[in-house]
């Protein structure tokens, strides 16, 4: 694969497990009973962004080398084309 291809990929499984990520551990300022007046009841109070996107980096970084692996592993690369 060239680098162009690994790093559209990486960004394509980035995006996705951010959006898989975003919504744990959120409580909305609804349930913290601190609505903020101007906003929505069902806004995050904290939202952590930084932590969901280091934590979805991780993540995207695991399953593009492991998509690697796999479309390079000779075992593999066989068994797909029996």
Not at 41 to 49: D, E, H, M, S
């Amino acid at each position: 694969m060239q680098i162009g291809s690994i790093i559209a990929v990486f960004f394509v499984i980035w995006w996705l497990t951010f959006v898989a990520v975003l919504p744990i551990g959120n409580r909305s300022q609804h349930e913290a009973g601190e609505v903020v007046a101007g906003t929505e009841p069902g806004a995050p109070v904290t939202p952590r962004l930084l932590r969901k996107a280091l934590i979805a980096t991780g993540l995207a970084v695991a399953l593009t080398a492991l998509l690697l692996w796999g479309l390079t592993n000779e075992t593999l690369h066989h068994y797909w084309n029996r």
